[in-house]
């Protein structure tokens, strides 16, 4: 889906819009629609792709089908809940982490989505921003001995907004542990993405790309370009920035998650392409 303008960009799909598929299914439609690259599921609610409890027969597997239709897996979009109070459900909670740094080697991925974990209603105390820093910095330490990066996506709760998201990264040491942006998360909790991008810029190391819109009175998901977000501003905020990792397409709706797929990566290849072309005719001049 790359162009010769921008053929630096590293475009990936995202695998929640195709939880319901199996494995083989959800390679085979990527692939066919020229992507090359992916995320896996590894979580107790997708278990037509990966448990969080999955065996290394189970990975295996996975790798198998990944060579069999021509695609890369680079990123486990995993779950955990850093926010636990007991310290043993902490401990195990940093150990699953651990599992999936394992699970991501296996596959040749250098990519792991993670969560802050909690509730929306949740307050971020002292105490818990201790546990929060404890826990990814273990977990970040053993993803940086085996090269691979911790991503952690603003979902609401104790990531509604950018300055939150920094907030906790300020106490995050290890350089394994970065920030998965996700405009239209932000938005879908009424914050502003550009903003809150310039909050978390120093962190982002991956990053999901889908829109939302308003229906009804209230909002909901939607393929890249096809909602409310104003977006070349971000784009070149994030591109300035010098950003190097995967761009990778979310498209959530299951009924017709090709459709939305396939559309998405045309709207924002093309918006990265106009953003290269606008940059190269203004150094010109």
Request: net charge negative; aromatic share 10%.
């Amino acid at each position: 889906m790359s162009d010769t303008n921008n053929k630096q960009q590293k475009f990936a799909c995202a695998a929640w819009g195709f939880r319901k598929l199996e494995i083989p299914e959800y390679f085979r439609i990527v692939a066919n629609l020229g992507i090359e690259s992916v995320e896996v599921n590894v979580d107790r609610r997708t278990p037509k792709h990966l448990l969080d409890s999955c065996s290394d027969e189970a990975v295996n597997q996975v790798a198998h089908w990944a060579d069999e239709f021509g695609v890369h897996v680079i990123c486990i979009a995993a779950d955990n809940d850093f926010t636990v109070v007991d310290a043993s459900d902490l401990e195990e909670q940093i150990q699953k982490v651990k599992r999936y740094v394992d699970i991501a080697k296996r596959l040749g991925a250098k990519v792991v989505r993670v969560f802050t974990g909690g509730n929306a209603n949740e307050n971020l105390s002292s105490e818990l921003l201790k546990r929060l820093h404890y826990a990814f910095n273990c977990a970040g330490s053993y993803a940086e001995e085996h090269e691979i990066k911790l991503a952690i996506e603003n979902h609401g709760g104790l990531t509604v907004n950018g300055q939150l998201t920094a907030k906790i990264m300020e106490g995050i040491k290890s350089p394994a542990v970065g920030v998965n942006f996700d405009p239209a998360n932000f938005l879908k909790e009424g914050v502003d993405p550009l903003i809150a991008l310039r909050y978390v810029l120093p962190w982002v190391n991956y990053s999901h790309w889908k829109d939302v819109r308003w229906n009804n009175g209230g909002t909901e998901y939607c393929a890249f370009g096809e909602g409310e977000i104003f977006w070349k501003p971000i784009l070149q905020e994030l591109l300035n920035s010098g950003y190097q990792g995967y761009w990778t397409v979310e498209y959530e709706t299951i009924e017709d998650v090709e459709r939305g797929t396939k559309n998405s990566f045309v709207c924002l290849n093309k918006m990265l392409q106009e953003i290269f072309s606008d940059t190269s005719t203004a150094w010109r001049k």
